[in-house]
């Protein structure tokens, strides 16, 4: 692997060009886990500081990934990062106004938790050493983001799992659907779609399992990502 990104150049216009995409999409993602936190405090008012405390830290992840594109001289494509997130945006949005807790929790706390991890854990070998450090401090926090996810689920279970069903059969697919649109670029960085495909599956039905979810359960609501959108 270090072979790999002795031969990458952070410099050449084609990595740039795809990284200006690619690092759009990770600020927006943190953009959009900042706001999605903020709401659930809302929702949410018992467990109201712990949610803040989670948007404060994807604030302070935006930022070092912000520090990212500017160390390699990039501007970051924010329209076109903005669209990317579009879909889960409005089924967030959606969800939030109708005061579906489980549904935003699912959308927010795993399946966008479960994208980050996996692009970043995929991302941090073929990094340059600027963003690699950054994405390794990031990457360990994200996680205790989806354990509150996990959490609180696991507890809601019962009452939960007919509405967890319907929220994966609505968003999952759309992964699929950015995981396809972002190939090329990751590709470009040296990030294999493969690899990331894999990386989320494995995450997500850890998740899955770690609620309440069957091994044939999770088999099942994975096949949902399966699905055209």
């Known amino acids: 692997m270090q072979q790999l990104v002795e031969k990458i150049d952070f410099q050449s216009e084609k990595y740039k060009d795809a990284y200006s995409r690619i690092n759009a999409i990770v600020i ?105 450090k950054i994405t390794e401090g990031v990457v360990k926090e994200e996680y205790s983001h989806l354990n509150f996810g996990e959490v609180w689920l696991q507890k809601h279970f019962a009452e939960s799992k007919a509405e967890i069903e319907t929220a994966n059969r609505q968003n999952l697919p759309l992964v699929w659907k950015m995981l396809n649109q972002v190939a090329d670029d990751a590709q470009v960085l040296a990030m294999e779609k493969e690899a990331l495909v894999e990386d989320f599956m494995i995450q997500y039905g850890e998740a899955l399992s770690n609620i309440g979810f069957t091994t044939r359960d999770i088999m099942r609501l994975s096949a949902y990502g399966l699905m055209p959108v």
């Open 28 to 132: 927006e993602g943190e953009q959009e886990a900042h706001d999605n936190y903020i709401q659930l405090a809302e929702l949410l008012p018992e467990s109201k500081e712990d949610l803040i405390r989670l948007s404060k830290m994807e604030n302070r992840h935006k930022k070092g990934f912000e520090a990212c594109g500017r160390n390699l001289q990039v501007t970051p494509d924010m329209q076109f990062a903005q669209e990317f997130f579009s879909g889960l945006h409005q089924n967030f949005q959606t969800a939030a106004a109708a005061g579906k807790v489980v549904t935003c929790l699912l959308i927010q706390a795993l399946i966008i938790e479960c994208f980050a991890i996996a692009a970043y854990n995929i991302y941090i070998p073929v990094a340059d050493d600027f963003a690699r």
